[in-house]
């Protein structure tokens, strides 16, 4: 069993068990239930694209930030020029929770992305009665059908969709129902990581949808590479959150790029 199946199985009775405690109509009744959610494909449009990820840990390289605060950090992202903000909500493995994206989201002024390994319609409702405005689908843990039938209703609730690939194989999940493409250069079951996969799959990926480049990005010049391969957003959690001010990094990141 790989380390993505353990997450899945893990997730799955995570799943099980919030259903229990909270009903689909308790979400429903949740203030940004209602809210007009911000499109993350219009910002990346019209900015230089970082998406500023909040990540305490990760399961390859354990604590990265323990100690920080999500309000402080993603309200930073947000004023440094952050083209959108990405949150960690998988508590096991990632040591984020739900009520940090709830609390981030008056304090942050652009799109807020629920990261979390979502398999289950209900977790869609949770995003949109947090405070999301986009959810993340991981082709590795779906079906296409199931794919396009999760990114239908998260549509249909208003939330924009981003679909995480890391093959040519996986781009068979590329449907009408997705708005962002993203390329994750970390290999999840190895964790090996390489941005060459991304310079790879950038012509394979339909032009209609915005492409995006995701982890092992650290390093202004690969960020310009990619601009040209026709990339318009760039995922980056780790270079951001390993120093003691993350937002102060993203400012002086977005500041060196655009010279």
Known sequence: MTILDQIIADKRKEVEAGKKLI????????????????????????????????????????????????????SGYSAAGAAGVSILTDSKYFGGVQQELTAARPHVHCPVLRKDFMIDEYQLYEAKAIGADVVLLIAAALTPAECRQLAAKARELGLEVLLEIHSEDELIYCCDEVDLVGVNNRNLKTFEVSTNLSVELAPLIPDRFVKISESGLSEVETVRTLMEKGYRGFLMGENFMKENDPAAALNFFIRTLCR
């Open 23 to 74: 009903s689909l109509a308790d979400l429903q009744s949740s203030p940004y239930f209602q809210r007009s959610s911000l499109s993350l494909k219009d910002r990346l449009r019209e900015s230089v694209g970082i998406i500023a990820e909040f990540k305490r840990k990760s399961p390859s390289k354990g604590w990265i930030h323990e100690e920080a605060d999500v309000v402080e950090v993603t």
